[in-house]
Each structure stands twice: as structure tokens, then as C-alpha cells.
């Protein structure tokens, strides 16, 4: 247990210096010692956060994943503290990507991935365990260089991870091999898989395609799904272990989640429904703010505000018609993925879904749009069977695939598409504002108390210099909890209808 009398020789400059921290590492490494193993895997790279001996500039010397390079100057901590172990003999290099060489993951014939674990342990060696929390926030903190050109891509895949430590270990390399790739975006893991959205520079997707491919052979079914437009989509890297990839509150020992659905690819899904002379049964998978900006000619929509509702609606939708062919999609693939593994473990015996969902037939519609143009055509010849937008979990909040609009803005119902959060961050209402709404009620969801609220803080914001480092993100930053839950944050209309009901009281 780490004595209280050195949290004191943290200096306060430090990221890792805070009180808050410091303490929180203290008072679980011994919850996180129990948890891991306690030898070496032979063969293995030992990983280890700290080591005792400090240089003469008091930097820490240690010996860990290279990316934590930078570790060195967040303690001053003696030779004599409760952290030391062993003396290290060098710092470590500048960050270089792994080598083919060396894999993070081999699977073996028990599931196992074997590889020494990214925690640090307190072995015969007196090693010491360090807070998983703790290094992932460090990394999440670290800022990202400054935007280029990006790609967004979207991959998952549904392969069984039954070891917690195994889930730890893809969230550590995860954090710090794509961060030295300069990929940002959401990665989420869990018993079930992997579902990831992340934006790569341009000039580094070959590498992290190659990264999977010979890193991560368990992962060996993704494809890589790339979005309609370009551009920076996500702000920071985040990697997160889940209950499940997508939340529908069903048990997975009560089907068979790999009992996956027929895929069709965008061509085929395109000339199958085009084809149809009577409408199929078409299923929306997306929630109802999704489906509203766009979807496919006779889709059935679901009014639905989570994934576990339009699992419910599916059933009822299906109820009876296990013989019939039923047709489904969502925005990347994977919500139907797993709902068709669900109806085809209830006995229905036809199920197709669009491989790589609505992105993957936007891109579809588009490279079909400039082959017709490269061949003297017009490209008004491309017929799309979905209209509108697709709506994207990131900063865009939708790409289009057609011009059609066929959405209203929520607060004056001129024709519109374009989502926007509300400005005031406490509120964070999710809405269709048109740009003279944007402008009228400064970003806002009109409400006279978010308008107030957004107009001080930017008299406020104009007061500090414009480089002061807590200027950033400082809008409307008001540390409460927002003023809705989720289904409400998601329905406007109904938020505005309550303001309005209670201004006639």
C-alpha cells in the first residue's frame, strides 16, 4: 500500500498529480493485485509502469509500452517510494508502430490471448499493479495533433471474448497503438465482439487495416466500412468494455447469435428490392430520429427511441410470417445482424439484411453517380431507393445520399434535415434547426431560459483571450446533469409541447 507522505511529492502540474487520482490509485491497487495475474507468461514482453530508481533530473525512470514514454516527467517521487521496485536501465524510444514481428494477440487452441497483462502486476520481480482507470483517462487526456484529411470507417464484428482480462488487454493496445495512428473515434468491446466508428488520417488506413490484420487474428471476419464523406468525425479516441455491443435486453443463451441473417451486398439489395412488385416487408432497425431524415421506398419505421424497442416492434412486425421473406437494415450493420440471428433462431427461415447498412449504400449510390460520370452520362440516370439522409452517431449527424428533405424544422416547420444539438450543453436537446432558427435563438432550442444562458456565457467567452487553454468546449459547460433523459432529449417536439403546456398554467 502506498504510503499517504509521498502523494505530497506529486508536483500539481502533472496530469497524473491530482489529488483525486493519486488517491484513487492508492486505494484500489490492491483490488486491481487480486484481479490479474501474478506471474509472467514465458515468452511474453513483461509490462510495467513503474520502476524505482528517478534520474538526477527527478524524472521517473520506468520500463512500459512505449507510449507512456512521456510518464516520466508526471512524478518526482523518491528512490525511497512505495512505488520503486527495480532500477530501469534506459528510457525507452520514441513510439514506433509494432512490428509484424511481434503480435499483441495469439490465439490458442483455449481462447486465451497471450499476452502479459497491460495493468502491471505485483510478482516475485515486485512488480506493481497501477489503476486501469487511471491510464485510460491519461491517454484520453493526451491531446491529438492538429486535424488533417480523415476517413471515417465503421467494422464489427460478433466473436465470442469470455475472459474479462482478455477484454482489458484489447482496450490497452487499442488506446495505444491507435493513438500513435493518430485514430480518434468510439471503439467499443465486449463478451460478444467488437463495434467500432473511428476516423483515420488518410494517409495511414493501410496501415490500420494492416494493424488488424496482423495484430488481431481473432478479429479476422471484419470489413471495414467507409463513410459517403471525408473529414474528421470524432474528437478523441475512446475504448470502452460493454455488457453488450448493442443494448436490447435479451439474453444471449436464449438464441443463437451466430446464427447470422443471409447478407446482401448494396448491388444486390438494390436490384432484389428495385425488382419487387409488390412491397416486402422492409424494417427499419434505426430509431425514430434516424429513420425521419431518411430510409428506403415502403420501409416499415418503427416510432421507436431505442435499439431494445425496435426489437420489440420486429417481433410484433413478424409475428405469424416465418415463412415470408423479411428485409432489413440500419446504419452500419450490426443492429441487424443481430436481430436476424434472433428471428432465424425463432424459426423463420428467410432473413437478408444489407451488408454494411445505409453507409455502405450511400457509397454504393455514389460510386455509381461518378462512374456515370466518368462515362459521359449523368449522373441524375442513378436511381437510389433510400431518400434523404443518413444519420450518423458523430459530429456530423447525417451525410446525405439523395437532395429529397424530408424532414421539418422542429421549432418553425420549414422544410429541413439538418440536426443540431441545443447550444446550451445542460439542455443538449437533440433537434432539426433550420439556419434561421440557429441564428435567431443563438444555436439553442428556442427556449427563452437556453437562449439566456447561451448569450451569457458568450459575453462572458468574449472577456477571456481568445488562446486561454479554458476557452475550449467552455459553452454552456455547466457541470449539471442535463435537463432530459434520453427519450426526451431525442423527441423535440414533445419537450416543446410540455414548455408550452406549462406556459398556459
Not at 418503427?302 to 413478424?318: S, Y
Request: hydrophobic share 30%; with cysteine; aromatic share 8%.
Amino acid at each position: 500500500m502506498l504510503a499517504a507522505t509521498h502523494s505530497r511529492a506529486l508536483i500539481a502540474s502533472s496530469p497524473l498529480s491530482t489529488r483525486h487520482l493519486f488517491n484513487s490509485l492508492r486505494t484500489r491497487l490492491s483490488t486491481v493485485a487480486s484481479s490479474l495475474p501474478h506471474q509472467p507468461i514465458p515468452g511474453q514482453p513483461a509490462f510495467t509502469l513503474f520502476s524505482r530508481a528517478t534520474s538526477s533530473n527527478n524524472s521517473l525512470l520506468y520500463s512500459t509500452p512505449s507510449l507512456f514514454r512521456t510518464l516520466h516527467s508526471a512524478s518526482t517521487i523518491g528512490p525511497e517510494s512505495a512505488l520503486s521496485t527495480k532500477p530501469s536501465s534506459k528510457r525507452l524510444p520514441a513510439y514506433s508502430p509494432p512490428s509484424p514481428s511481434s503480435p499483441h494477440s495469439q490465439v490458442f487452441p483455449d481462447g486465451n490471448i497471450k499476452v502479459q497483462s497491460p495493468l502491471g502486476f505485483e510478482g516475485a520481480d515486485g512488480l506493481v499493479k497501477v489503476n486501469a482507470r487511471l491510464l485510460r483517462d491519461y491517454i484520453q487526456r493526451t491531446p491529438h495533433p492538429p486535424s488533417k484529411d480523415y476517413v471515417t470507417l465503421s467494422y464489427y464484428q460478433f466473436r465470442p471474448i469470455p475472459h474479462k482480462e482478455d477484454l482489458l488487454k484489447i482496450q490497452y493496445f487499442f488506446l495505444t497503438d491507435l493513438r500513435a495512428m493518430d485514430v480518434v473515434g468510439r471503439i467499443y468491446v465486449s463478451s460478444e465482439g467488437i463495434n467500432a466508428q473511428i476516423s483515420c488520417p488518410k494517409d495511414r488506413v493501410e496501415d490500420f487495416k494492416d494493424y488488424y490484420a496482423t495484430h488481431w487474428p481473432i478479429f479476422d471476419k471484419i470489413r471495414f466500412n467507409p463513410a459517403m464523406s471525408e473529414g474528421k468525425a470524432f474528437k478523441k479516441l475512446h475504448v470502452r468494455i460493454k455488457g453488450q455491443l448493442v443494448a436490447d435486453g435479451i439474453d444471449n443463451s436464449t438464441f443463437d447469435i451466430y446464427n447470422e441473417p443471409t447478407y446482401l451486398t448494396p448491388e444486390e439489395w438494390h436490384k432484389e428490392l428495385s425488382s419487387q412488385t409488390t412491397p416486402p416487408i422492409l424494417i427499419d432497425m434505426r430509431n425514430h430520429y434516424e429513420s425521419s431524415i431518411g430510409h428506403f421506398e415502403h420501409a416499415i419505421r418503427p416510432d421507436v427511441t431505442t435499439f431494445k424497442e425496435n426489437v420489440d416492434a420486429m417481433l410484433d412486425i413478424c409475428k405469424g410470417k416465418e415463412d415470408q421473406e423479411i428485409y432489413m437494415y440500419c446504419t452500419g450493420g450490426i443492429r441487424c445482424t443481430r436481430s436476424g440471428a434472433l428471428l432465424k433462431s425463432n424459426g423463420f427461415k428467410s432473413v437478408k439484411m444489407l451488408r454494411g447498412g445505409v453507409t455502405a449504400y450511400g457509397r454504393y449510390i455514389q460510386d455509381q453517380r461518378e462512374q456515370h460520370v466518368a462515362e459521359g452520362r449523368g449522373e441524375e440516370e442513378v436511381k437510389s431507393i433510400y431518400k434523404g439522409k443518413n444519420f450518423t452517431f458523430d459530429k456530423r449527424l447525417g451525410e446525405p445520399i439523395t437532395d429529397e428533405v424530408l424532414a421539418t424544422c422542429h421549432i418553425c416547420g420549414t422544410a429541413c434535415d439538418t440536426y443540431s444539438n441545443c447550444s446550451n450543453m445542460a439542455c443538449n436537446l437533440l433537434m432539426i434547426s433550420c439556419p434561421a432558427c440557429q441564428q435567431k435563438h443563438q444555436g439553442t432550442c428556442g427556449s427563452g431560459s437556453c437562449v439566456e444562458m447561451v448569450k451569457e456565457l458568450n459575453e462572458k467567452q468574449k472577456k477571456i483571450d481568445k488562446n486561454h487553454p479554458g476557452l475550449r468546449g467552455m459553452k454552456a459547460r455547466l457541470g449539471i446533469q442535463p435537463f432530459h433523459e434520453h427519450r426526451l432529449r431525442v423527441r423535440p417536439l414533445k419537450v416543446m409541447e410540455n414548455r408550452r403546456n406549462k406556459a398556459r398554467i
